[in-house]
Each structure stands twice: as C-alpha cells, then as structure tokens.
C-alpha cells in the first residue's frame, strides 16, 4: 500500500493543494501546465489532466492494488483460442480457472492502413464490442500497437529507419497525424453503457513497447534515445491535446533490461507516462529465472512507486509451457521473489494463437487439459492473484 498524507481540514487541504499547484507549475514553466493549473502527473494524477473520471479512476484504483493484489492478464483473451475463433464469451483462460482474466490485452496493428482486422487477423468492430464487454464486466483492458513502418510500408519488424520522419518536420508527419487519428478515432469510439449513462472505456494505451531491443523500427539500434522521446510526446500531445482523447493512460513499456540507467534510457519524463512496465520472456527460461525476474520486477517497482506512478509486467509468458509447474514454481515463485517484486499492478500473458488459422505452438496460457492446467487453478487461487472474478471496483473514485 502507499502511503498517504490525510489531510482532514478542508481549507488547509485546499492551501496545500494550491500551493502544490503554483510548484508544479513553477517547475515545469517550460513545458507548460494543463488547463486545470498543474501538470497533472506532478500534481499526483494522470498525465492527462483532462482524463475522464472513470481513467482517473482507474489509474489511483491501480496503484492502490499494486501493494496487495496483482490482476492477471491475458492477450487477446476473447477473441480467440488454441481451438477455437470468435466464439463469443469463450475464453481459454476461463475455460481453465473458471473466470475471466481482469485485464485483457489487445493490438491495433493495421488499424492504420484501415483495415478490418488487425495483422493478427482480429475483426476490429469485434475487438471494440469485447473491449466495451470487459469494461462493463468490470474488466481493465490495455492496447498495444505492432504499428506499420511509415517509410516502407512493411511491417514493425521492418527496422529501416523511420522515427526521425514522422517527427514534425519530417516527411511522414501527415502520415503519422493521420495514423494517430485511426487510434483516436478507435479509443474515442469505446462507449459503454451506451443505453444509460454512457461512458468512455478507460485503455491503458502501450505504444512502442520493447524499445530496448533492437527487433522493431522504434528500437534501440533504429532510434536514438532523443528521437524516441520526442516520438512519445508528441503522441501523447497530440492524442490528449489536438485530438482531445481522455480515456488513456500512457504505459511506458521496455523488454529486458539490466539497469536502471538502461530502464530509463528512453524515458520521456514524468508528465508523459502513467505506467512503469517491461516485457519479459527471457528470465524465466534461465536456471536462476526466479531470482533474474523478481531482481527487475523489485526494480520497476520501486521506480514506479518513486514517481506515483504504476508498476506492471506487460509481457510474459512461457510459449506451449512447457513446464507444468509453470505458474506456481516459476512466475508466481517470482512475484513472491522479494516484497517489492510482488507489489506490481498486474501480469500480462501473451496469446493463445489459433492452432488451424494462425500458428501452432504459440500459445501461452494453458487450454483445458494441458498440463499446466492444475499449477494454472493453484495460481489463480492464491491470494496475490486477481481474475475479473475478483475485482474491486476499479472505476469508483477512490
Ligand atoms: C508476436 C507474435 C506474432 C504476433 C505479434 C503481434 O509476439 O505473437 O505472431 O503477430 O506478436 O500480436
């Protein structure tokens, strides 16, 4: 849990709310304040001082279960599984533990060429109705985007240099502007509770995820540091302030990592990221896997926890699980590592790739009657852990 100053006395409370304010702006003169007075990172909220009530909610909702609780999640959950395609309420995750997952992973890759599904052939009208579906069960969802190469056209794996020319000045700006408008189009069309009292679906956006690495264009090797950051915030700017979107929160989402210089290396600063995560399949294949994963996860966490912002891994996974003990020995044992480790927000597992229509052998939650489906039910049911079964209300103001 986080500790919190409480302040009962409301004219007092407001004196040190204006004060707070009329600092946070001192400090961040150059960069400007939101039109509620403060940057609203530094004022203690999201980076989007505009954010809908629901968002605002969501992210002290997450930090508050970061401590306590970690959600688990799954990509791609709803849409399809190992045996299965589109069949509506299905879900690998729930076929084996008897409950949703609480966050559910999703990708806009090809939204920009407007297609209808994205490159992993997921319909994009379905994905909304199972987006607005997990919200209104209670559910968090995150999206991520395997985005095209602005320069060539190909793929994310396609790593021609190509950040510097979507930066403005550059010669794909437009282009750019105008795949950020798929996206803003897309997040702005999230309304739940359409018949009642209708609401805009809080996302936990996750752009440019595992720059560490060097195997996409927005990479390591692709990009510099300055570049990136300079990409990240004017996505954000652009989103939040010309295009007025405010159901996000900004997950700063690295891969592996050794230090926290490294962690940090494209970090584009406090006022534009809401969650500290990294994407990690590599620890636990090692002998020492345990101790690797729990070391980065203390890590993160307590970068995180220093600048009120929420932990997370936002990528893991062991494809086919090998390991039937998987979840109880290996990932579970990691979160349970050191008390740090285990006070991230949630878990995010990779997805259950269709054996007939897409791959076989990618997959990475059990299906039933694999044979990690008993460690699967233990770790569900230990206490640490949270499925949609189990969720507080994460979109109440706290
Ligand atoms: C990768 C693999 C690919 C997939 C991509 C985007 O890790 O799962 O098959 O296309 O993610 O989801």
């Not at 007025?244 to 926290?260: C, I, K, M, P, Q």
Request: charge should be negative.
């Amino acid at each position: 849990m986080h500790p919190l100053i409480t302040i009962h006395d409301d004219t007092l409370r407001m004196k040190v709310h204006t004060i707070a304010i009329a600092l946070a702006c001192f400090a961040v003169l150059t960069s400007g304040c939101t039109s509620q007075g403060a940057p609203a990172a530094a004022a203690g909220g999201p980076v989007d001082g505009n954010a809908t009530a629901e968002t605002r909610a969501l992210f002290h909702n997450l930090r508050e279960v970061a401590g306590t609780h970690i959600l688990f999640g799954h990509q791609d959950d709803l849409a399809y599984g190992v045996d299965w395609w589109a069949e509506d309420g299905r879900s690998d995750v729930r076929d084996v533990a008897g409950s949703y997952p609480a966050v559910f992973g999703w990708d806009v890759g090809n939204l920009e060429r407007g297609d209808d599904a994205n490159l992993d052939n997921v319909n994009f009208d379905n994905m909304r109705r199972w987006i607005v579906e997990a919200y209104e069960r209670g559910a968090v969802n995150t999206i991520g985007w395997h985005m095209n190469n602005p320069v060539t056209g190909q793929n994310s794996w396609d790593t021609t240099r190509a950040v510097f020319t979507i930066l403005p000045g550059g010669e794909h700006h437009e282009t750019y502007r105008r795949w950020l408008d798929t996206f803003a189009d897309l997040a702005s069309s999230l309304v739940a509770h359409a018949d009642d009292d209708s609401t805009l679906v809080p996302i936990i956006f996750r752009p440019y995820h595992e720059m560490t690495g060097s195997w996409f264009w927005w990479g390591r090797d692709h990009t510099t540091p300055d570049e990136y950051r300079q990409l990240w915030r004017f996505t954000v700017d652009y989103l939040r302030d010309e295009r007025g979107v405010h159901n996000l929160l900004y997950a700063y989402s690295t891969d592996t990592f050794r230090s926290e210089e490294q962690y940090l290396e494209h970090y584009p600063g406090d006022d534009y990221v809401d969650l500290l995560g990294f994407d990690d399949y590599g620890a636990l294949r090692q002998d020492d896997g345990v101790e690797v994963l729990g070391g980065r996860l203390k890590m993160v966490v307590e970068l995180a926890e220093a600048r009120g912002k929420i932990p997370a891994l936002t990528e893991t996974g062991s494809e086919t699980i090998p390991d039937p003990n998987y979840w109880t020995d290996r990932l579970l044992a990691a979160f349970k590592h050191n008390d740090a480790a285990s006070r991230i927000a949630y878990v995010l597992i990779w997805r259950n790739a269709n054996v007939e229509r897409d791959r076989p052998d990618h997959f990475y939650a059990p299906h039933p009657g694999h044979p990690s489906a008993v460690s699967f039910v233990e770790f569900r049911n230990d206490p640490l852990m949270m499925f949609e079964d189990d969720l507080p209300d994460m979109y109440a103001a706290p």
